[in-house]
């Protein structure tokens, strides 16, 4: 990318630009591989740009903290933000990378973007029709991560890209929508936006059996590189040890799909026409890897038992996205419920990222972070006593929190 123009220090906090930071890093990861799946190129601009929004934002964020650091105790407090920043522009440059893949025409099989809208979450993009009941209506009066556990991600309107629109951002017919969420709730908003069903992208028949597994690898290491970012700054927040390990053993993972990624594409090139055109895969197999990178990055401060700065543990806090803890009350109804059947996403728009069990192996071991499960699925069974890490809206987080310590329907 062409570097343009100049930066020059400005008293500006740096809480706000690590909470901007933060929404910009998460925003860019969902970006970039929608512009993969969609074959996007104004998409892949935009995350471009975003890349070079990061860029600056990282500049006056070191600069900032070189100004607040005077002492030998200041520099040990600060160079876990410092970590924090580098993370994010790493996580920036990876999603700039798979961006490229889409800009420079590198080329990806129909197996891979077949495969990507089922990733963690349903991807896909629904036009507004002018009688939607969605057209109308701002994204807070819909409420609808908080109803269906779906997020409006960006809006193109006219030509022009909105990126991460808010509640007051108001819905327009003709409106080209990037939704992400769980399957049924896709399902139910994509209709409600275009009156027609939605029908999840078959995968192509006749497909490689080793490019199918490699392209499998690529798959899960994007969830767990997300995952093992959303734990790391939960680790920051929490000041936890055991949960930043669990990023750790996540990386671990990654970096093994990653030789298994190799092998399968190595193997699949043998029975590929043209062995070049498996070139996107590897990029973005690579760019992958970053991203769990970064996320040992953001917690190497804790598992180095260097304290969370309060400005981290702030900005965390305040950005659009937030990360909760809570503990299940006896008297709660998701005791004795799996995650599925209490349709938590569905009912308060959080997910539900890590439990900590309440009869817990640490206790009987005396081993830390042996009683996490790390993404537990629609199975997972709640009980009282179990601490939940879990991310969404900061409306969505009362309600969990209210839902899972019996306290009521919040006001």
Not at 86 to 94: C, H, N, R
Not at 225 to 247: I, M, P, R
Request: aromatic content about 2%; glycine content about 6%.
């Amino acid at each position: 990318m062409e570097l343009t123009g100049t930066v020059e220090y400005e008293p500006v906090s740096v809480k706000a630009v690590l909470a901007e930071m933060k929404d910009t890093a998460e925003l860019l990861i969902d970006l970039s591989y929608s512009a993969v799946l969609l074959r996007s190129d104004d998409v892949a601009a935009e995350v471009l740009e975003l890349e070079a929004k990061m860029d600056v934002l990282q500049m006056r964020a070191r600069m900032s903290l070189l100004m607040a650091c005077r002492s030998t105790d200041d520099a040990e407090t600060l160079a876990p933000v410092l970590g924090m920043v580098g993370a994010a522009e790493k996580i920036s440059d990876a999603a700039g990378d798979i961006a490229k893949i889409v800009l420079e025409d590198i080329g990806l099989p129909d197996t891979l973007r077949a495969a990507l809208p089922e990733a963690v979450e349903t991807l896909v993009r629904a036009t507004l029709t002018a009688d939607s009941p969605l057209a109308g209506q701002t994204l807070g009066e819909l409420n609808l991560e908080t109803e269906t556990g779906v997020r409006a991600l960006a809006i193109r309107r006219q030509g022009n890209w909105l990126l991460n629109p808010d509640r007051e951002t108001r819905l327009e017919a003709d409106d080209v929508v990037l939704f992400r969420g769980p399957e049924a709730g896709v399902s139910e908003v994509y209709a409600d936006a275009t009156g027609a069903a939605y029908e999840p992208p078959a995968p192509p028949e006749g497909e490689d059996k080793d490019l199918e597994r490699a392209i499998d690898s690529i798959i899960l290491m994007k969830d767990m590189g997300e995952l093992a970012v959303d734990l790391a700054y939960g680790a920051v927040l929490f000041d936890s040890k055991a949960v930043a390990e669990e990023v750790v053993e996540l990386e671990a993972e990654v970096d093994a799909l990653q030789s298994r990624f190799e092998a399968w594409t190595l193997r699949a090139a043998a029975d590929v026409a043209d062995p070049v055109s498996l070139r996107g895969l590897v990029h973005l197999a690579r760019s992958t890897e970053v991203i769990s990178d970064a996320a040992l990055e953001i917690s190497e401060g804790v598992l180095r038992g260097l304290s969370t700065h309060p400005v981290v543990a702030e900005a965390v806090q305040e950005s659009d996205e937030i990360i909760v803890r809570t503990t299940v009350d006896a008297a709660s109804d998701l005791a004795g419920q799996t995650i599925g059947e209490a349709a938590i996403k569905t009912a308060t728009g959080m997910r539900i990222i890590a439990v900590r069990r309440a009869a817990s192996e640490s206790e009987r071991t005396g081993r830390e972070g042996a009683d996490w499960v790390v993404s537990p699925g629609p199975e997972t069974p709640l009980q009282a006593g179990d601490v939940l890490i879990a991310k969404g809206t900061r409306t969505g987080a009362e309600r969990f929190t209210a839902l899972a310590e019996a306290t009521g329907e919040p006001t």
